[in-house]
């Protein structure tokens, strides 16, 4: 059974930066082929992937995120981490990381956490 759970402040300051990492258990970040996602869900809004990291370790962004956004992994830690720079409060959403099994299709997901930019 993969698990994977989110870790990271839940409070961030205006324009800076938002920094989140997915621990992963029960399974590889580099098994082939899975890409592993984060996703996010503002107050009333619906669900917004903002990018992935595949098992190889290369990269994909939402369009609309992709200037303020990068995802990285350590896979001694079986961990892989999201960074939003210059956050705004409409970057407040819960966040999700979920492993991607392709076709915009996720099969495991993180619980959420949380995140306020609020000064």
């Known amino acids: 059974q993969v698990q994977l759970q989110e870790s990271g402040p839940g409070l961030v300051a205006p324009s800076q930066t938002l920094s989140l990492t997915c621990t992963v258990s029960g399974g590889s970040i580099t098994t082939n082929y899975y890409y592993w996602s984060w996703i996010r869900q503002a107050p009333g809004k619906g669900l917004e992937w903002m990018g992935a990291?595949?098992?190889?370790?290369?990269?994909y962004y939402s369009p609309s995120l992709k200037s303020r956004t990068s995802i990285s992994r350590d896979t001694s830690k079986n961990q892989f981490t999201l960074q939003l720079n210059s956050v705004t409060p409409e970057d407040t959403a819960v966040y999700y990381c979920?492993?991607?099994?392709?076709?915009?299709?996720?099969?495991?997901w993180g619980k959420g956490t949380l995140v306020t930019v609020s000064s």
């Open positions: 979920a492993r991607d099994v392709g076709a915009g299709g996720m099969d495991y």
């Open positions: 990291i595949t098992y190889s370790g290369s990269t």
